[in-house]
Protein backbone atom coordinates (compact mmCIF):
# COMPACT_ATOMS: atom_id res chain seq x y z
CA UNK A 1 0.00 0.00 0.00
CA UNK A 2 1.49 3.49 -0.84
CA UNK A 3 1.85 5.91 1.50
CA UNK A 4 -0.58 8.41 0.38
CA UNK A 5 -3.10 5.71 -0.19
CA UNK A 6 -2.51 4.67 3.18
CA UNK A 7 -2.74 8.48 4.38
CA UNK A 8 -6.66 8.23 2.87
CA UNK A 9 -7.10 5.20 4.47
CA UNK A 10 -6.61 6.27 8.14
CA UNK A 11 -8.19 9.42 7.59
CA UNK A 12 -4.70 11.58 8.74
CA UNK A 13 -2.56 13.39 7.24
CA UNK A 14 1.58 12.29 6.70
CA UNK A 15 4.16 12.94 9.21
CA UNK A 16 7.05 15.44 8.14
CA UNK A 17 9.71 16.92 9.85
CA UNK A 18 7.48 19.29 11.60
CA UNK A 19 6.27 17.96 15.30
CA UNK A 20 3.61 15.17 15.22
CA UNK A 21 0.11 15.99 14.81
CA UNK A 22 -2.42 14.27 16.97
CA UNK A 23 -3.64 12.27 13.92
CA UNK A 24 -0.61 11.74 11.67
CA UNK A 25 0.49 8.56 10.20
CA UNK A 26 3.51 6.88 11.52
CA UNK A 27 6.07 6.29 8.58
CA UNK A 28 7.81 3.05 10.22
CA UNK A 29 7.84 0.29 7.67
CA UNK A 30 10.97 -1.56 6.87
CA UNK A 31 12.15 0.43 4.37
CA UNK A 32 13.45 4.33 4.23
CA UNK A 33 17.18 5.96 5.48
CA UNK A 34 15.49 9.05 6.25
CA UNK A 35 17.73 10.62 9.33
CA UNK A 36 17.94 14.00 10.77
CA UNK A 37 21.60 13.66 12.46
CA UNK A 38 22.16 14.85 16.28
CA UNK A 39 23.26 18.49 16.31
CA UNK A 40 26.45 18.53 17.74
CA UNK A 41 25.48 21.82 19.47
CA UNK A 42 22.78 19.87 21.30
CA UNK A 43 20.00 22.55 20.55
CA UNK A 44 16.47 21.46 20.02
CA UNK A 45 13.98 22.89 18.13
CA UNK A 46 15.77 25.99 19.57
CA UNK A 47 16.21 24.46 23.48
CA UNK A 48 20.24 23.85 24.29
CA UNK A 49 20.28 20.50 26.15
CA UNK A 50 23.27 20.33 28.02
CA UNK A 51 26.15 18.52 26.78
CA UNK A 52 29.15 16.46 28.82
CA UNK A 53 29.00 13.43 30.77
CA UNK A 54 25.82 12.77 33.31
CA UNK A 55 27.38 12.41 36.48
CA UNK A 56 24.88 13.21 40.07
CA UNK A 57 25.94 14.15 43.18
CA UNK A 58 24.86 11.34 44.98
CA UNK A 59 26.37 9.05 42.97
CA UNK A 60 28.99 7.71 45.81
CA UNK A 61 26.13 8.50 48.72
CA UNK A 62 25.19 5.08 51.16
CA UNK A 63 22.67 3.54 50.71
CA UNK A 64 20.03 0.53 49.88
CA UNK A 65 20.26 0.74 45.76
CA UNK A 66 17.87 -0.31 42.96
CA UNK A 67 18.75 -0.61 39.44
CA UNK A 68 16.96 -0.02 36.44
CA UNK A 69 17.77 -1.12 32.36
CA UNK A 70 15.71 0.46 29.59
CA UNK A 71 15.97 -0.83 26.24
CA UNK A 72 13.31 0.71 23.34
CA UNK A 73 10.69 0.01 21.07
CA UNK A 74 9.94 -3.91 20.69
CA UNK A 75 9.00 -2.91 16.99
CA UNK A 76 8.64 -6.51 14.86
CA UNK A 77 8.23 -6.06 11.46
CA UNK A 78 7.41 -9.40 9.19
CA UNK A 79 11.06 -10.76 9.14
CA UNK A 80 11.30 -11.20 13.00
CA UNK A 81 7.55 -12.61 13.42
CA UNK A 82 8.70 -15.03 10.99
CA UNK A 83 11.88 -15.74 12.78
CA UNK A 84 10.23 -16.14 15.77
CA UNK A 85 7.35 -18.36 14.38
CA UNK A 86 10.29 -21.02 12.94
CA UNK A 87 12.94 -20.90 16.19
CA UNK A 88 12.89 -22.94 18.70
CA UNK A 89 13.13 -20.30 21.52
CA UNK A 90 10.57 -18.09 19.32
CA UNK A 91 10.76 -14.13 19.64
CA UNK A 92 13.80 -14.43 22.62
CA UNK A 93 15.75 -15.47 19.19
CA UNK A 94 15.64 -12.04 18.40
CA UNK A 95 17.73 -10.63 21.80
CA UNK A 96 19.06 -13.40 23.27
CA UNK A 97 22.20 -12.17 23.24
CA UNK A 98 21.34 -9.15 25.14
CA UNK A 99 19.70 -11.19 28.35
CA UNK A 100 22.37 -11.44 30.59
CA UNK A 101 22.34 -7.56 30.06
CA UNK A 102 19.14 -7.15 31.21
CA UNK A 103 19.54 -9.38 33.83
CA UNK A 104 22.10 -7.36 35.39
CA UNK A 105 19.99 -4.80 36.67
CA UNK A 106 16.78 -5.45 39.20
CA UNK A 107 14.11 -4.36 37.08
CA UNK A 108 13.84 -4.04 33.35
CA UNK A 109 12.24 -2.04 31.32
CA UNK A 110 10.81 -1.95 27.26
CA UNK A 111 8.54 -0.65 25.42
CA UNK A 112 5.77 -2.91 23.33
CA UNK A 113 4.82 -1.52 20.49
CA UNK A 114 1.74 -3.02 19.23
CA UNK A 115 -0.77 -5.31 20.09
CA UNK A 116 -0.31 -8.70 21.55
CA UNK A 117 -4.26 -9.76 20.54
CA UNK A 118 -5.20 -12.68 19.76
CA UNK A 119 -8.00 -13.42 17.12
CA UNK A 120 -8.79 -10.06 15.91
CA UNK A 121 -8.00 -8.21 12.57
CA UNK A 122 -6.83 -4.59 11.63
CA UNK A 123 -10.79 -3.57 11.39
CA UNK A 124 -10.86 -4.53 15.66
CA UNK A 125 -12.72 -7.92 14.47
CA UNK A 126 -12.90 -10.93 16.63
CA UNK A 127 -12.02 -14.04 13.97
CA UNK A 128 -10.70 -17.59 14.56
CA UNK A 129 -7.21 -17.23 16.01
CA UNK A 130 -5.03 -18.86 13.09
CA UNK A 131 -2.02 -19.95 15.50
CA UNK A 132 1.35 -18.99 15.90
CA UNK A 133 1.85 -17.66 12.06
CA UNK A 134 2.67 -14.88 10.58
CA UNK A 135 -0.55 -14.68 8.46
CA UNK A 136 -1.04 -10.99 7.25
CA UNK A 137 -4.46 -10.95 8.65
CA UNK A 138 -4.41 -11.39 12.35
CA UNK A 139 -0.83 -11.09 12.98
CA UNK A 140 0.48 -8.51 10.88
CA UNK A 141 3.45 -5.95 10.18
CA UNK A 142 2.96 -2.29 9.30
CA UNK A 143 1.07 -0.55 9.16
CA UNK A 144 -0.92 -2.00 11.49
CA UNK A 145 0.79 -4.29 13.80
CA UNK A 146 -0.06 -7.60 15.76
CA UNK A 147 1.90 -10.24 17.45
CA UNK A 148 1.34 -13.47 18.94
CA UNK A 149 0.98 -12.98 22.70
CA UNK A 150 3.58 -15.95 22.62
CA UNK A 151 5.66 -12.60 22.35
CA UNK A 152 4.21 -11.66 26.23
CA UNK A 153 6.06 -14.93 27.79
CA UNK A 154 8.79 -14.31 25.56
CA UNK A 155 9.55 -11.18 27.21
CA UNK A 156 8.93 -11.87 30.68
CA UNK A 157 11.05 -15.04 30.41
CA UNK A 158 13.68 -12.49 29.01
CA UNK A 159 13.68 -10.71 32.54
CA UNK A 160 11.39 -8.03 31.08
CA UNK A 161 9.51 -6.46 34.25
CA UNK A 162 7.71 -3.81 32.84
CA UNK A 163 6.49 -2.70 29.37
CA UNK A 164 5.16 0.57 27.84
CA UNK A 165 1.58 -0.01 25.82
CA UNK A 166 1.05 3.56 25.06
CA UNK A 167 2.05 4.18 21.89
CA UNK A 168 0.89 4.88 18.19
CA UNK A 169 0.34 1.52 17.10
CA UNK A 170 -1.47 0.95 20.37
CA UNK A 171 -4.94 0.86 18.76
CA UNK A 172 -3.80 -1.02 15.90
CA UNK A 173 -6.50 -3.58 16.95
CA UNK A 174 -8.85 -0.86 17.54
CA UNK A 175 -10.47 -1.02 20.89
CA UNK A 176 -10.67 -4.93 21.12
CA UNK A 177 -7.08 -5.23 20.15
CA UNK A 178 -6.06 -3.15 23.61
CA UNK A 179 -8.67 -5.41 25.68
CA UNK A 180 -6.79 -8.67 24.70
CA UNK A 181 -3.82 -7.22 24.86
CA UNK A 182 -3.69 -6.53 28.59
CA UNK A 183 -5.60 -9.55 29.01
CA UNK A 184 -2.53 -11.54 27.80
CA UNK A 185 -0.48 -9.16 29.96
CA UNK A 186 -2.68 -9.51 32.98
CA UNK A 187 -2.54 -13.72 32.78
CA UNK A 188 1.24 -13.66 32.19
CA UNK A 189 1.67 -11.47 34.91
CA UNK A 190 3.70 -8.85 33.00
CA UNK A 191 3.07 -5.69 34.31
CA UNK A 192 1.98 -2.57 31.87
CA UNK A 193 1.38 0.79 31.71
CA UNK A 194 -0.48 3.17 29.38
CA UNK A 195 -3.39 1.72 28.06
CA UNK A 196 -6.46 -0.51 29.72
CA UNK A 197 -9.48 -2.17 28.87
CA UNK A 198 -12.80 -0.98 27.62
CA UNK A 199 -14.53 0.06 31.03
CA UNK A 200 -11.73 -0.52 33.24
CA UNK A 201 -11.07 1.09 36.23
CA UNK A 202 -7.36 0.36 36.58
CA UNK A 203 -4.93 3.66 37.32
CA UNK A 204 -2.70 4.17 34.22
CA UNK A 205 0.04 3.57 36.12
CA UNK A 206 1.65 0.28 37.13
CA UNK A 207 4.16 -0.44 40.01
CA UNK A 208 6.79 -2.82 40.57
CA UNK A 209 9.10 -3.87 43.43
CA UNK A 210 12.62 -5.31 43.52
CA UNK A 211 15.65 -4.41 45.89
CA UNK A 212 13.39 -3.67 48.86
CA UNK A 213 12.09 -0.50 46.65
CA UNK A 214 8.80 -0.23 45.14
CA UNK A 215 8.98 1.98 41.51
CA UNK A 216 6.02 3.36 39.57
CA UNK A 217 5.82 3.22 35.41
CA UNK A 218 3.49 5.34 34.02
CA UNK A 219 3.49 5.59 30.21
CA UNK A 220 1.55 7.86 27.81
CA UNK A 221 1.75 8.37 23.89
CA UNK A 222 1.33 11.58 21.65
CA UNK A 223 -1.29 9.59 19.15
CA UNK A 224 -2.49 6.54 18.22
CA UNK A 225 -1.80 7.07 13.85
CA UNK A 226 -5.45 8.82 13.26
CA UNK A 227 -7.24 5.94 15.21
CA UNK A 228 -9.94 7.04 17.35
CA UNK A 229 -9.85 6.28 20.66
CA UNK A 230 -13.64 6.17 21.53
CA UNK A 231 -13.39 4.53 25.13
CA UNK A 232 -10.26 6.53 26.61
CA UNK A 233 -8.52 3.88 26.60
CA UNK A 234 -4.83 5.38 25.49
CA UNK A 235 -3.25 7.75 28.19
CA UNK A 236 -2.46 10.97 25.97
CA UNK A 237 0.68 12.74 26.98
CA UNK A 238 -0.17 16.11 25.70
CA UNK A 239 -4.27 16.21 25.37
CA UNK A 240 -4.05 14.82 28.29
CA UNK A 241 -0.92 16.56 30.26
CA UNK A 242 -3.32 17.74 33.72
CA UNK A 243 -4.08 14.59 34.09
CA UNK A 244 -0.25 13.32 33.67
CA UNK A 245 1.03 15.48 35.64
CA UNK A 246 -1.47 15.21 38.66
CA UNK A 247 -0.94 11.65 38.37
CA UNK A 248 2.99 11.76 38.65
CA UNK A 249 2.34 14.29 41.73
CA UNK A 250 0.21 11.94 43.56
CA UNK A 251 2.38 9.10 42.62
CA UNK A 252 5.39 11.45 44.27
CA UNK A 253 3.57 12.06 47.34
CA UNK A 254 2.24 8.36 48.06
CA UNK A 255 4.74 6.98 50.94
CA UNK A 256 4.65 3.36 49.11
CA UNK A 257 6.30 4.61 46.64
CA UNK A 258 9.82 5.44 46.03
CA UNK A 259 10.16 6.66 42.75
CA UNK A 260 8.27 7.50 39.92
CA UNK A 261 9.54 6.72 35.70
CA UNK A 262 7.45 8.37 33.03
CA UNK A 263 8.01 6.45 29.81
CA UNK A 264 6.38 9.11 27.24
CA UNK A 265 6.12 7.77 23.60
CA UNK A 266 6.93 11.52 21.76
CA UNK A 267 8.63 13.36 19.45
CA UNK A 268 9.35 13.18 15.64
CA UNK A 269 10.39 9.92 14.00
CA UNK A 270 14.26 9.49 12.72
CA UNK A 271 15.21 13.01 14.16
CA UNK A 272 17.95 12.35 16.38
CA UNK A 273 17.25 16.10 17.62
CA UNK A 274 13.97 16.40 20.63
CA UNK A 275 11.63 19.30 20.01
CA UNK A 276 10.40 22.18 22.26
CA UNK A 277 7.44 20.02 22.90
CA UNK A 278 9.71 16.81 24.92
CA UNK A 279 12.17 18.94 26.50
CA UNK A 280 9.04 21.21 28.17
CA UNK A 281 7.18 17.91 28.40
CA UNK A 282 10.05 16.27 30.36
CA UNK A 283 10.80 19.48 32.71
CA UNK A 284 7.86 19.47 33.82
CA UNK A 285 6.72 15.78 34.73
CA UNK A 286 9.92 16.00 36.78
CA UNK A 287 9.03 19.03 38.39
CA UNK A 288 5.96 17.67 39.01
CA UNK A 289 7.51 14.78 40.13
CA UNK A 290 9.16 11.98 38.53
CA UNK A 291 12.49 10.78 39.40
CA UNK A 292 13.50 9.62 35.31
CA UNK A 293 11.97 10.45 31.67
CA UNK A 294 12.26 7.22 29.56
CA UNK A 295 11.16 8.26 26.07
CA UNK A 296 10.29 6.26 23.02
CA UNK A 297 8.71 6.89 19.26
CA UNK A 298 11.74 8.01 17.22
CA UNK A 299 12.89 5.13 16.57
CA UNK A 300 16.59 6.31 16.16
CA UNK A 301 18.29 7.63 19.65
CA UNK A 302 17.82 11.27 21.29
CA UNK A 303 20.35 12.32 24.06
CA UNK A 304 19.39 12.93 27.33
CA UNK A 305 20.47 15.02 30.46
CA UNK A 306 20.41 15.55 33.97
CA UNK A 307 17.77 17.81 34.97
CA UNK A 308 17.80 19.94 38.10
CA UNK A 309 14.38 20.10 39.42
CA UNK A 310 12.50 23.44 40.88
CA UNK A 311 12.58 21.90 44.22
CA UNK A 312 16.50 20.71 43.91
CA UNK A 313 16.23 16.91 43.30
CA UNK A 314 19.00 15.19 40.36
CA UNK A 315 17.09 13.63 37.77
CA UNK A 316 17.34 12.15 34.22
CA UNK A 317 15.31 12.01 31.05
CA UNK A 318 16.36 10.37 27.87
CA UNK A 319 14.34 11.60 24.89
CA UNK A 320 14.70 8.67 23.19
CA UNK A 321 16.26 5.17 23.60
CA UNK A 322 15.28 4.41 19.95
CA UNK A 323 14.60 1.17 18.47
CA UNK A 324 15.32 -2.37 20.90
CA UNK A 325 14.63 -4.45 17.98
CA UNK A 326 13.10 -4.27 14.57
CA UNK A 327 13.03 -4.77 10.96
CA UNK A 328 14.47 -1.60 9.63
CA UNK A 329 17.76 -1.51 7.92
CA UNK A 330 19.62 1.63 8.33
CA UNK A 331 22.02 2.50 10.35
CA UNK A 332 20.46 5.34 13.08
CA UNK A 333 17.39 2.37 13.07
CA UNK A 334 19.57 -0.52 13.81
CA UNK A 335 21.87 1.31 16.56
CA UNK A 336 20.71 1.89 19.98
CA UNK A 337 21.83 0.99 23.43
CA UNK A 338 20.38 -0.30 26.92
CA UNK A 339 20.66 2.35 29.61
CA UNK A 340 21.23 1.54 33.43
CA UNK A 341 19.90 3.85 35.99
CA UNK A 342 21.11 3.53 39.32
CA UNK A 343 19.00 4.68 42.34
CA UNK A 344 20.03 5.27 45.95
CA UNK A 345 17.86 5.54 49.14
CA UNK A 346 19.32 7.96 50.86
CA UNK A 347 18.52 10.04 54.03
CA UNK A 348 17.06 13.30 51.59
CA UNK A 349 15.24 10.28 49.81
CA UNK A 350 15.30 8.36 46.79
CA UNK A 351 18.12 10.21 44.66
CA UNK A 352 19.81 9.19 41.18
CA UNK A 353 23.22 7.89 41.38
CA UNK A 354 24.77 7.23 37.65
CA UNK A 355 23.47 5.96 34.71
CA UNK A 356 25.63 3.87 32.35
CA UNK A 357 24.97 2.27 28.34
CA UNK A 358 25.67 0.03 26.41
CA UNK A 359 25.59 0.17 22.92
CA UNK A 360 23.56 -2.01 20.50
CA UNK A 361 23.07 -3.06 17.03
CA UNK A 362 20.31 -5.13 15.12
CA UNK A 363 22.30 -7.48 12.18
CA UNK A 364 21.70 -10.89 10.72
CA UNK A 365 24.59 -13.34 11.46
CA UNK A 366 24.36 -16.86 10.42
CA UNK A 367 21.32 -16.65 9.56
CA UNK A 368 19.46 -14.74 12.51
CA UNK A 369 18.45 -11.58 13.12
CA UNK A 370 18.75 -10.04 16.22
CA UNK A 371 19.93 -7.34 18.78
CA UNK A 372 23.13 -7.33 20.04
CA UNK A 373 26.00 -5.41 22.59
CA UNK A 374 28.36 -4.08 20.66
CA UNK A 375 31.85 -3.67 23.11
CA UNK A 376 35.21 -2.02 21.74
CA UNK A 377 35.34 -4.27 19.15
CA UNK A 378 32.59 -4.83 15.97
CA UNK A 379 30.22 -2.68 14.61
CA UNK A 380 32.34 0.12 14.46
CA UNK A 381 29.80 2.57 12.78
CA UNK A 382 26.94 1.66 14.99
CA UNK A 383 29.03 2.08 18.02
CA UNK A 384 31.00 5.09 16.49
CA UNK A 385 27.07 6.75 15.96
CA UNK A 386 26.07 6.03 19.73
CA UNK A 387 28.90 7.27 21.36
CA UNK A 388 29.06 10.07 19.34
CA UNK A 389 25.82 11.27 21.37
CA UNK A 390 26.49 9.93 24.60
CA UNK A 391 29.70 10.08 24.90
CA UNK A 392 32.58 8.02 26.67
CA UNK A 393 32.16 9.01 30.28
CA UNK A 394 29.27 6.70 30.65
CA UNK A 395 30.15 3.77 28.71
CA UNK A 396 29.94 0.87 30.06
CA UNK A 397 31.38 -2.58 28.79
CA UNK A 398 29.02 -5.68 27.56
CA UNK A 399 30.98 -8.42 29.42
CA UNK A 400 31.53 -6.38 33.05
CA UNK A 401 29.54 -6.54 36.24
CA UNK A 402 27.21 -3.63 36.53
CA UNK A 403 28.09 -0.36 38.30
CA UNK A 404 26.21 2.76 38.17
CA UNK A 405 28.76 4.82 39.80
CA UNK A 406 32.12 3.29 38.65
CA UNK A 407 33.74 6.84 39.48
CA UNK A 408 33.66 6.06 43.22
CA UNK A 409 36.72 3.35 42.83
CA UNK A 410 39.99 5.11 42.85
CA UNK A 411 41.33 2.73 40.04
CA UNK A 412 38.41 3.77 37.27
CA UNK A 413 38.91 5.25 34.67
CA UNK A 414 36.53 6.00 31.89
CA UNK A 415 36.88 5.02 28.39
CA UNK A 416 39.21 6.48 26.01
CA UNK A 417 37.81 5.16 22.71
Known sequence: MSRLLLCFVLLAGCGTATPPAAGAVSDDDETGDAYEPFDELGKADGVQIPRGPVAFAAACAGGDRVSIAAVGDVLLHGPLQQQAVRTSDRFRSLWRDVEPLLSRAD????????PTAAGVTAAGKSVTDPGFVFDGVVYSSYPQFNYHPFLVDDLLATGIDVVSTANNHALDRRPLGIDRTTAALEAAGL???GTRARGSARAWHTTRSSAGFTLAFIACTYATNGIPDPNGQVLDCFEQEPELTAAVRDLAHDATIDAVIVTPHWGVEYNANPERSQVRLGHALLDAGATAVLGSHPHV???WERY?????????????LGNFVSGQTSLARKSSLLVTLGLTRTDGGVMVNGVRYVPLYTSTVAGRLAVRPVGATGAADSRALTVKMFGLFNLDAPD????TTPQ?????TPATH
Request: net charge negative; glycine share 6%; charged share 15%.
Open 107 to 114: IAYANLEG
Open 191 to 193: PYT
Open 308 to 320: LTADGRETFIIYS
Open 400 to 403: APLE
Open 408 to 412: CYPAW
Open 301 to 303: TQP
